[in-house]
């Protein structure tokens, strides 16, 4: 009865252990490669980050992400602050955000809050509207072309039909360096 077991172990082992990854990680550079290589963005063979993991820009000439309760850490504990509505101390963290971007009512709840992973690399097209105005004075450029270039770099619903267009944050302010 135990060599059955330790027979079965064996073969579940490089079944699920070796063969079942190898598989998985063959299908998803077939189908996905970009996703499946981290979405990593390149320039000059240096690479600056990834599409799908949010950075922090604080500065006015950049678009600002969404908070992370992280730190923008990906390796760090889960992302969620776990603080409720009603909380103090989300509360305090809030107002200190405010605070600390100069930020007045009324604030759109994306500049202030973070999201659940604490990492998501896009905002809505209205809170990249909201910021053009920060961005155009900064840059010393008109509002007009801080505007076309998130409606140029806007991406869709989920699926085409869930949620509202967003625009990736980190794209966004590498195009910013490009072209102003």
């Not at 190898?22 to 189908?31: C, E, N, V």
């Not at 963005?41 to 992280?70: C, E, M, N, V």
């Amino acid at each position: 009865m135990i060599k059955k077991a330790i027979k079965l172990f064996l073969i579940l082992l490089i079944l699920t252990g070796f063969f079942y990854p190898l598989a998985i990680t063959f299908l998803a550079h077939l189908i996905f490669p970009n996703q499946a290589t981290g979405s990593l963005i390149k320039r000059d063979q240096k690479i600056l980050g990834s599409s799908l993991i949010a950075q922090k820009f604080t500065s006015d000439r950049y678009f600002w992400p969404r908070p992370s309760a992280i730190n923008y850490d990906p390796l760090g504990p889960s992302g969620g602050s776990n603080l409720s509505p009603t909380s103090k101390k989300l509360k305090s963290e809030v107002q200190a955000r405010m605070e600390k971007f100069s930020l007045t009512d009324p604030v759109l709840n994306e500049l202030v809050y973070s999201s659940a992973s604490g990492l998501d690399p896009h905002i809505s097209l209205e809170t990249a509207f909201y910021q053009a105005p920060r961005i155009a004075k900064a840059r010393n450029r008109d509002v007009e072309t801080i505007l076309k270039l998130i409606s140029k770099l806007q991406e869709g619903k989920q699926i085409g039909i869930l949620g509202p267009a967003y625009v990736n944050v980190l794209l966004l302010n590498l195009e910013l360096d490009k072209n102003l």
